[in-house]
């Protein structure tokens, strides 16, 4: 995943994004595209994606150059034993829960 191949350039790339959709939130059009982003059940499942994908390694003002997230989840893997094992639960977990998401979004509709 290119953020753990360059967390550097992933990092301000992620802190300008973040950035400038706060400035887009402060403007009438943005207030409203986030009231309807927050009252969305698909973009709450793009976010625990987006969370899981990325591993909550980018941080909207960082403390270091270097994500330490990106550090300490990389220590992890090189030490993990079962990473393979563990990653498949992971992934069967997002996929129960995408599901279990889609089920009540389409109760809804």
């Not at 992933?10 to 943005?30: D, H, I, K, N």
């Not at 059940?41 to 591993?55: E, Y």
Request: charged share 30%; with cysteine.
């Amino acid at each position: 995943m290119v953020i753990f191949r360059h967390p550097l350039a992933s990092q301000a790339a992620f802190s300008a994004l973040v950035a400038e959709g706060r400035a887009y939130a402060e403007t009438e059009a943005g207030a409203t595209l986030k009231r309807e982003l927050s009252a969305s059940p698909s973009a709450r499942r793009l976010r625990t994606v987006w969370d899981i994908a990325t591993m909550n390694a980018l941080r909207e003002k960082p403390d270091a150059l270097m994500p330490t997230a990106v550090i300490e989840a990389c220590s992890r893997l090189l030490v993990e034993r079962h990473l393979e094992e563990r990653l498949s639960h992971v992934f069967e977990s997002v996929e129960l829960k995408v599901s279990m998401a889609e089920r009540a979004t389409d109760e809804d509709g």
